[in-house]
């Protein structure tokens, strides 16, 4: 937002500056009022449309990469280390039954492992975010920071195919939502 505003300032000056060039009254008041417009969000020369959707885009992009990257470094931990602890899965288990955030179903599925989907993540309703998976995935993360990623307890083969075979079916899972 603060770019929009200093952007639009920048194009409010250049504008008063032309206007008094060519010796055409404007108003102090006016001025201070195409500041205040953009202040609230909105460039008065009706170029803030497009300015803020195509700041809206590139910031909901730059979120989906960031998952992504995040996403992919929780599988490839996963391909290295193999899963989390059980003592570990026990615990994040315990901590999402009794967590707010947790609902037995999300964008009309249900968890096959019987626990549910963390609402606050952002993951959507994956085969993979369902937590009966995604606590067993050593790198994951909770959006609240109950608890941590931590090291994969042993890594077996199977972990590796299990991980690939994960971010395949993330993919095929986000072109069907
Ligand atoms: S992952 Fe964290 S925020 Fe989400 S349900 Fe579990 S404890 Fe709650």
Redesign the pocket.
Known sequence: MNDFFNDCKKQIFEYHAKLQKRRIPRQTGDLIADLKTCQQGTNPLNQSKIYLYSNKKLKQFRQLLNKIKQYLKVEARHATQGPAPKRVVKE?TE??EG????VKELEEKTDPGGIGF????GCGASRRAA?SV?LTLAGAT???S??QPVRGEENKWKHTKDAVKGVLYSIIDRIKI
Not at 118 to 121: F, M
Request: net charge positive.
């Open positions: 994040r901590l999402c967590c707010p955030g947790l963390c609402s606050l993540c937590l995604k909770c959006p609240l109950k608890w």
